[in-house]
């Protein structure tokens, strides 16, 4: 499947963040990119008391195939290679394309693991979920974007073998488009505060082993109050500037989300269908729970995604 056709004249011109949560990229035999199966209400895992003292884990356990995008990145050193524990968290954005932080898969590709991608997963403890085997695909090549250093641009891409085959359990999700010429990074984050987000994806290990996914609604923050929230960290200082690839959110949210974890928005014309706004961040120095969360804004890398899947796909056709 080819996203060259995506640069003709049916992508809008996008003045503001509204249009740019109903402009989405949408490979041309894929109209049903980011389609949300909720399914059953919220459970909770821990009680209203424990929420008072722990904000951090306001959140509620996913349904099983409600976000059919969360790919797990799994892996072992080849002593064990007949053991493949969960490394990191992935999206699909392609049949043959996986998002991913780069830094993750960096740490674990130093580790020495040899790593393969799991679609359809639920509970990372188990091989077979609801009665469905594991849909397991080998990476044919990892690309980190070429800016990439200590936890700047943190995206990369893995190329796999071959086409995952897309269904109700598996599926894409849709990503967002920047006109560069006419937006600037604010532009990007300014409606956000507004429209509805949901942070997804298995727990950081180091807080917690729940072995399901989370998710959590969460209240985006504007550039210019994410930015004094990032200048009161001790780590940064009062004259630290945002970085284009960074977006925030309220503090009280997203603690327990494993890095690279997905943020999705609602689309205001087609509410059944959700768009790619954020990636949780892998390198924690970034991140600080009493005041800010904070994400790479994939719509600023929306163009290199799609040109390095074209340029990769098209090398190996």
């Known amino acids: ?81 007949d053991s493949p524990q969960p490394l990191c968290t992935g999206l699909l954005v392609h049949q043959q394309a996986v998002l991913v932080s780069a830094a993750c898969h960096e740490a674990a590709t130093n580790a020495d693991q040899r790593m393969h991608v799991r679609l359809g997963e639920y509970n990372i403890l188990s091989d077979v979920d609801a009665g469905r085997p594991p849909l397991d695909i080998n990476i044919r090549r990892a690309v980190y974007h070429p800016e990439y250093s200590a936890g700047l641009n943190d995206v990369g891409l893995l190329v796999l073998e071959h086409p995952a085959r897309l269904g109700e359990d598996v599926n894409v999700v849709c990503l967002p488009q920047w006109r560069r010429d006419t937006e600037s990074p604010a532009d990007l984050t300014a409606d956000w505060e507004h429209t509805e987000c949901v942070l997804h994806g298995w727990v950081d290990t180091t807080i917690d082993s729940t072995p399901v996914p989370l998710r959590e609604t969460v209240r985006f923050l504007g550039r210019d109050a994410c930015q004094t929230r990032m200048r009161e960290l001790d780590r940064l200082g009062p004259l630290h500037t945002l970085h284009a690839g960074f977006a925030c959110a309220s503090a009280e949210t997203g603690c327990w989300a494993d890095g690279g974890s997905p943020l999705v928005c609602r689309l205001r014309e087609d509410r059944s269908r959700w768009v790619l706004a954020g990636l949780r961040a892998w390198v924690r120095q970034f991140n600080d729970c009493d005041r800010v969360a904070t994400y790479t804004n994939v719509a600023v890398f929306s163009d290199w995604i799609r040109d390095t899947i074209d340029a990769e796909l098209s090398v190996a056709a």
């Open 1 to 81: 499947m080819s996203l060259s056709a995506l640069a003709g004249p049916q992508l809008h011109v996008l003045l503001t963040l509204s249009e740019l949560l109903t402009t989405v990229i949408v490979p041309p035999d894929a109209r049903t990119c980011g389609v949300r199966h909720e399914r059953g209400t919220c459970t909770r895992l821990v009680e209203p008391v424990e929420l008072i003292s722990n904000p951090t884990r306001s959140n509620c356990t996913a349904q099983a195939g409600e976000f059919p995008w969360l790919v797990s990145v799994r892996g072992a050193p080849p002593s064990r290679a």
